[in-house]
């Protein structure tokens, strides 16, 4: 009873902040976002009769069972399958983890996929998502493939992701600028809860719908400028959510900073390309396959930015037959 799966992490364009049951993590509002071709994690779980406990290693440590999220998602798992058997979990990113590039959102949809073929179940890509979604919210968006949507349900059967466009519908690239590869200081699930502290909430919520149609309709027609318009002004709306909680949440470096700034700078100049920035310090920009290249050239020329990774839009989580042990 072993199996392997990969699954890569996403950028949401339209985010999700905070959630209407902390227990099923249901969102309060629906989001939009882009599976990443390089940000990925590669899980192994086993079930077997041999284990006298669950063993969680990640990038070759092991965790502390006390508390482990992962092993609650097993607990999910084991109670769908039926069986009461402990489970080795060895998992490895490839890229840096806790540091807003949503190691959580590929992680536990490795993980839901590997060990829901591991305890025999067979699950659709709608269940999958559901239950991914129990392990971290975004995990959700990380199962179907492409560019997804995770819908704003009021239950766990009405909240999933759901794939609008297969991965090759759209040649933008995500080139995310690793400005600091440390642990940020306040986890995103922890940040959450600050969100009604905020008195600029209200008023995001109250628009929110509209904007995620706006999105929808600017990615069918595969419209750039006025989605990078879009999705960069959306990313510092909720940064000024979170800046405004109480206590307020600061995740921007000075890194962070330079690099937005001369995102409008390179505009100015003739480059097309915006910026987007998750739960962190590190920065996605956002642009066409066409002018890549010249956005890394000046990349590499920045002091702060310690890592460049490129990213095409890529399918969802999968089972693989290469296991980590």
């Known amino acids: ?21 902390e227990v099923l993590r249901l969102p309060e509002n629906g989001s939009l976002s882009m599976n990443l071709s390089n940000l990925t994690t590669t899980t192994t779980v086993e079930f077997s009769p041999e284990f006298t406990e669950d063993v969680i290693e990640i990038n070759g440590v092991k965790e502390a ?19 009461d058997l402990k489970a080795k979990v060895a998992t490895e990113n490839n890229f840096p983890m806790s540091t807003g590039l949503s190691s959580s959102a590929s992680g536990f949809a490795a993980l839901t996929v ?10 659709s890509e709608k269940e999958l998502s559901m ?12 199962i179907p493939d492409g560019f997804v949507e995770w819908l704003d ?21 995500d080139v995310v600028a690793v400005v600091n590869e440390g642990k940020k200081d306040v ?25 995620l149609e706006t999105a929808k309709q600017l990615l069918k027609e595969r419209n750039f400028i006025p989605f990078g318009e ?4 959306e990313a510092l709306e909720l940064h000024a959510i979170m800046m405004t909680s109480q206590p307020a949440l600061l995740y921007w470096t000075p890194g962070t900073l330079k690099l937005m700034k001369l995102v409008q700078v390179w505009r100015n100049e003739g ?15 956002i642009c066409e396959s066409k002018t890549v290249e010249m956005l890394q050239k000046k990349l590499a020329e920045i002091e702060e930015v310690k890592d460049i990774i490129v990213n095409k839009s890529a399918k969802g989580a999968r089972v693989i037959k290469e296991h980590l042990f």
């Open 1 to 21: 009873m072993k199996s392997t799966a990969i699954a890569p992490a996403n950028i949401a364009f339209i985010k999700y902040w905070g959630k209407k049951d």
């Open 65 to 83: 069972n006390d508390g482990n999220r992962a092993i609650a998602h097993l607990d999910r798992v084991r109670k769908l399958a039926h069986i």
């Open 114 to 123: 590997a060990s829901v073929k591991a305890a025999g179940l067979n699950l």
């Open 131 to 142: 239950l991914a979604r129990q392990g971290s919210g975004s995990a959700c968006r990380s």
């Open 153 to 173: 349900g009021n239950t766990s059967k009405t909240s999933y992701g759901v794939s609008l466009y297969p991965s090759d519908w759209w040649d933008i690239v």
């Open 187 to 211: 986890p995103t699930a922890k940040g959450m809860k600050l969100v009604h502290s905020s008195a600029l909430f209200p008023a995001r919520l109250a628009g929110i719908k509209t904007k």
């Open 230 to 233: 879009l999705i960069e002004a």
């Open 271 to 285: 480059l097309p390309v915006y910026f987007t920035i998750n739960t962190g310090q590190d920065v996605h920009l």
